[in-house]
């Protein structure tokens, strides 16, 4: 027997052993970030409400089962089935009904797991301060009360039915319950004793349905039955008066249950049964249902009006949309030079280089070698000879699939770690066409200087490292191919210099190399959970996290912040948000009607430490969680001043506020109704081919184009005295058929710390036309000289890429500005800046500098930080010879008139124009092929040489 129990452990520990594993090494983990204490009240939550549950089952269930064992047992065949069973369970009662009860309170504890999270805010409940109109409670019963009170009232409810079956089953195999089939039609006789159990288990059952219906009268706050979510007309008028006559109706029918214990037959029970199935279905179902038909939605607008006014009003505060600042914007097409002087910073600060071919130039010049990459392109801002400048980077991090031999000793020991950023300016170009480095290369060269250029955690890093071994880190490859290495010096990761640690880690992994290598010392430390939404997830899974987390350079160091949001989708009356522009791997892609940024997330790139910094205190939920875990959060007071300059307002929360904004800055119950003020955020231009007038054509009618995303810009808003750093995100008219391409106006969010969130719409003028991002765009492609000159540059060996459209307000005026990018085409292509685009009012200019094209739509232009080709000053005009303008000009004219031939009917004219236009075009490629060595350099040739 003991041999048997031996072997039987020994293989649920073989079993077990890689679970156990990570758990072991899990604790070590948090241990090393000195967040123990997080992880034990997650664990212990989890496990707490697991064995809870499971212990709850068992009471209901075990004494029941004990009950209707010992009622009189009936009378059998000795080969019956029945009587089988019963003589098997007499021979072990116990220990049968301690199985039945763990099979079946296994799921029910599981259960309980799930609802960690809601228990921790349900014990940490923090009031808001605002009431709800229906029912007059804070609000913060509905975020921290409800959702774990309706969890156990469901999971009571689902645990009497299986306690009700279970002891069914068991009256009927003890003889309480008995199926007569002799008699011509079969019946079902019960003792008393049975009659009484089922009563009253059935009583609870119809108690706790009533608490069901008492929570469900809450949870109508967030009815999706009216115009908008939250209780509506019918909602309010026929389901709430349903909910408490089927209250009622529960109670009447669990104490005639009670009741009929000392009667006859069930009769009474039947007809309250009877009566609550009726009441549920014609009173609870039907009767909403045609009410929201012939009387509600005959005069709709009048009846769910103040339904609607709750709901704008709760969304706007559940979506921090209550403070937004509307201020008019009294577009004019008058803007001086003076005035475009006046605004030199915002000029100086213009992006011109977008973030996803930015990645890719970046890529082509600073990758150094094949072993690091750059996963992504940010948008910050610095001080630059003492201005604050918007700044393009990115972290050179490691490429583990590019290593020179993929060994485990090269994965694992030797290539650990990144290495550097790069930082350029947005609005800085080289007279090649390329970024003006600020840091650049391996060491790092430049300001801000990065004294620990090392990066150990980052973006899309797997795996583990183990440092401080047998075997140098390999920092770099100087030219000469002599590797330059290193040894980490620092506190992060864990200890591995026991064997026992090692055992662990190398379960955890399934990787026996940590175990026998060699290389291992009592100093080696191993680094895991590198991926830093990774990192911050597993330390803090209850917050939901940005998917772009971006670095900064502070003190010399790589230091990552990410955004972490808080939500909630029981905010009563609040809309749920509109997550259709979100990426996929955003935190949010899940259902919420109540947001905030409260917390923000350093990570330091070298160590690994972790800060969650509260910054919203304001926010309900993030302060119950730093009541649950205290251990955990850093008062938003403590952020240093160096990393608060680089907080950015987020993009994604951005992009949730601004769709709800095209319907909620309607603050009216009528036009809201109605929408007939409804925004929708810009098309992209890139998707929509918009004629000049927006008239629609077959291939602008759909309604499903994409959206512009919003943009981080360094500037001055109108009315204010101050360029800071912002993102912007413009608006045209709502339209079925998104034919309304129109600006209707534009939101910005500012990040820097004096007016941190601070949100802020301008609204177009109602009497006038301002055209929008996709007819300006439209504009700006028909423009004769830009199209010759993107299909000049488009020529043989060659690739136009347009880069984003931006809108710049200045003054009360807007500035229309699109880089265009020229590559070679081939797989080491590196995109570079060719020309500007810049639209304002009507006219179109392109140039080789943005200070080019200002300074010839406005005769003047404040100077920019870019270098015009050859003599690294700006250069006006576009660049083109005069003799091939002029060819070019020639063959766009015949073009026009082969396309009206065309539509006269005229082919052999068609035919004739169009090879007129052909032989004319190629002349004017021979043209600036032969000025080379005197104009633009041969662009083919240009970037296959890069």
């Not at 039947?270 to 039907?286: M, P, Q, R």
């Not at 001086?336 to 010049?365: C, F, H, M, S």
């Not at 997330?601 to 910054?615: P, S």
């Amino acid at each position: 027997m003991a041999v048997g129990i031996v072997v039987v452990v020994f293989l649920v520990l073989v079993v077990s052993a890689r679970a156990i594993a990570g758990l072991y090494t899990d604790w070590l983990w948090f241990g090393s970030l000195r967040l123990r204490p997080v992880w034990t009240e997650v664990l212990g939550t989890k496990v707490g409400l697991a064995v809870v549950m499971a212990l709850v089952f068992g009471v209901l269930v075990i004494p029941n089962l004990v009950f209707a064992r010992r009622g009189t047992h009936g009378a059998g065949q000795p080969d019956d089935p029945v009587v089988m069973v019963r003589e098997v369970v007499d021979r072990r009662p116990v220990l049968v009904h301690l199985g039945i009860a763990l099979v079946v309170a296994l799921p029910f504890g599981i259960a309980g797991i799930g609802a960690w999270n809601e228990w921790i805010l349900f014990s940490n409940y923090v009031p808001f301060g605002t009431e709800d109109p229906l029912f007059n409670l804070d609000v913060g019963f509905y975020v921290f009360r409800l959702p774990f009170l309706a969890f156990l009232a469901n999971w009571l409810f689902g645990a009497l039915i299986v306690v009700t079956i279970a002891s069914a089953a068991a009256h009927y195999l003890w003889g309480g319950i008995r199926v007569v089939t002799d008699a011509e039609l079969p019946s079902v006789t019960m003792t008393g004793r049975a009659k009484a159990h089922l009563s009253l288990l059935l009583a609870a059952v119809a108690l706790v349905k009533a608490g069901n219906y008492v929570l469900d009268r809450y949870d109508l706050t967030r009815s999706t039955r009216g115009v908008v979510h939250g209780a509506s007309y019918t909602d309010v008028t026929a389901q709430l008066p349903a909910f408490n006559l089927l209250i009622l109706i529960s109670v009447v029918a669990a104490g005639l249950l009670v009741f009929n214990i000392r009667r006859r037959g069930w009769v009474l029970p039947v007809i309250a049964v009877g009566l609550w199935f009726f009441v549920a279905l014609v009173v609870g179902t039907v009767y909403p249902v045609l009410l929201q038909r012939f009387r509600v939605e005959p005069a709709e607008s009048t009846r769910e009006a103040k339904y609607i006014e709750r709901n704008i009003e709760a969304t706007r505060v559940a979506m921090g949309l209550d403070d937004v600042e509307v201020s008019p914007f009294a577009y004019d097409e008058e803007l001086a030079a003076g005035e475009l002087q006046e605004n030199a910073e915002t000029i100086r600060n213009v992006r011109l280089w977008d973030p996803l071919i930015l990645r890719q130039t970046y890529q082509r010049l600073q990758e150094v070698r094949t072993f690091y990459r750059f996963t992504d392109v940010d948008i910050d801002r610095y001080l630059v000879d003492g201005e604050q400048t918007q700044i393009v980077l990115s972290a050179r991090e490691l490429n583990p699939d590019s290593l020179p031999s993929d060994t485990w000793e090269n994965r694992r020991l030797a290539f650990t770690h990144g290495y550097g950023a790069v930082l350029s300016p947005a609005n800085a170009v080289t007279s090649d066409g390329q970024p003006d480095f600020l840091v650049k290369n391996i060491p790092p060269q430049g300001a801000p200087a990065i004294t620990e250029p090392r990066l150990y955690h980052g973006e899309s890093i797997g795996g583990y490292a183990i440092v401080n071994t047998g075997r140098d880190e390999i920092d770099y490859l100087q030219e000469d191919g002599t590797a330059v290495t290193n040894r980490y010096d620092g506190e992060g990761g864990v200890g591995i210099g026991s064997v026992v640690r090692r055992l662990a880690f190398a379960l955890r992994f399934g990787d026996i190399n940590p175990l026998i290598s060699g290389f291992m010392t009592s100093e080696s430390r191993i680094l895991y959970m590198r991926d830093i939404r990774d990192r911050v997830e597993a330390i803090a899974p209850f917050l939901h996290y940005d998917a772009d987390p971006y670095p900064v350079v502070v003190d010399g160091r790589i230091t990552w912040l990410i955004d972490a949001y808080t939500t909630s989708s029981y905010y009563p009356y609040a809309q749920q948000a509109d997550r259709s522009r979100l990426p996929a791997d955003s935190g949010l892609q899940h259902d919420f009607n109540y947001i905030r940024n409260s917390v923000k997330v350093a990570v330091d790139a070298y160590d690994g430490d972790v800060t969650f910094y509260i910054v919203d205190d304001a926010d309900p939920i993030a302060a119950a969680y730093a009541k649950a875990f205290p251990r955990l959060f850093t008062d938003g007071d403590e952020v240093p001043d160096e990393l608060r300059a680089h907080f950015r307002y987020p993009e994604e929360l951005f992009r949730v506020q601004t769709n709800m904004w095209g319907r909620y800055h309607i603050g009216d119950a009528d036009e809201f109704y109605s929408q007939s003020d409804r925004w929708n955020i810009a098309q992209d231009p890139d998707s929509v081919a918009a004629a000049p007038d927006s008239a629609a054509t077959d291939d602008t009618t759909s309604s499903a184009r994409e959206r512009m995303d919003p943009y981080y810009l360094q500037m001055r808003l109108p009315d204010e005295r101050s360029t800071e750093f912002l993102i912007l995100q413009p608006f045209v008219p709502f339209s079925d058929d998104d034919t309304r391409r129109e600006l209707a106006g534009f939101m910005t969010a500012k990040s820097d710390p004096e007016n941190y969130g601070r949100l802020r719409v301008f609204v177009m003028p109602r009497d006038r036309q301002v055209d929008g991002p996709a007819i300006v765009s439209a504009r700006m492609n028909q423009e004769p000289e830009v199209s010759q000159l993107i299909t000049l540059l488009s020529r043989a060996g060659s690739e136009v890429l347009q880069g984003n459209l931006l809108v710049i307000p200045i003054e009360q005026s807007l500035v229309y500005i699109r880089p265009l990018y020229v590559q070679a085409t081939g797989a080491n292509a590196v995109p570079e800046l060719k020309k500007v685009i810049v639209a304002f009012g009507n006219q179109i200019a392109i140039s080789d500098t943005l200070q080019g094209a200002l300074a010839t739509v406005f005769g003047d232009a404040p100077e920019t930080l870019e270098e015009g080709p050859g003599d690294g000053g700006p250069v006006d005009g576009t660049g083109v010879s005069d003799e091939a303008a002029r060819l070019l000009e020639q063959a766009a004219q015949a073009f026009a008139d082969a396309d009206a031939a065309l539509r006269d009917g005229d082919a052999v004219a068609y035919l004739r124009k169009l090879e007129e236009g052909r032989q004319l075009f190629d002349e004017a490629c021979r043209v600036e092929a032969g000025q080379g060595d005197s104009g633009e350099e041969d662009v083919g040739q240009e970037d296959g040489d890069s």
